[in-house]
Nanobody, 123 residues
Framework: QVHLVQSGGGFVQAGGSLRLSCAASGRAAGTYGMGWFRHAPGKERAFIAG????????YYDDSLRGRFTISGDNAKNTMYLQMNDLRPEDTAVYYC????????????????WGQGTQVTVSS
């Protein structure tokens, strides 16, 4: 089982930027890459972005494309999420996870979830 450790996040004013990191202890056989999700109060866990292990493909929720950018460092087994022009509606707990299934957008196809990190955007 791969262990994920998240860092980054915190409190920022609207229009600001944050970068989240997710370091993996390794790569489990049969997995395809990693992804970011977020969970806001009263809402379901939502897909943000995904990336393959090789970094040759990235996927985004269309509503976040352009403000959020996913990237990876293969040498460090670390994935990043750069978040720009943050808005109060981006306030949520952000999670990273490893994708084992084919559906990039479905949290049920992910495993080994990180501990979560709170992002709070004030207006």
């Amino acid at each position: 089982q791969v262990h994920l450790v998240q860092s980054g996040g915190g409190f920022v004013q609207a229009g600001g930027s944050l970068r989240l990191s997710c370091a993996a202890s390794g790569r489990a056989a049969g997995t395809y890459g990693m992804g970011w999700f977020r969970h806001a109060p009263g809402k379901e866990r939502a897909f943000i972005a995904g990336i393959t292990w090789a970094g040759d493909a990235t996927y985004y929720d269309d509503s976040l494309r352009g403000r959020f950018t996913i990237s990876g460092d293969n040498a460090k087994n670390t994935m990043y999420l750069q978040m720009n022009d943050l808005r109060p509606e981006d306030t949520a707990v952000y999670y990273c996870a490893v994708r084992r299934g084919f559906n990039v957008y479905d949290h049920l196809d992910y495993e080994s979830w990180g501990q979560g990190t709170q992002v709070t955007v004030s207006s």
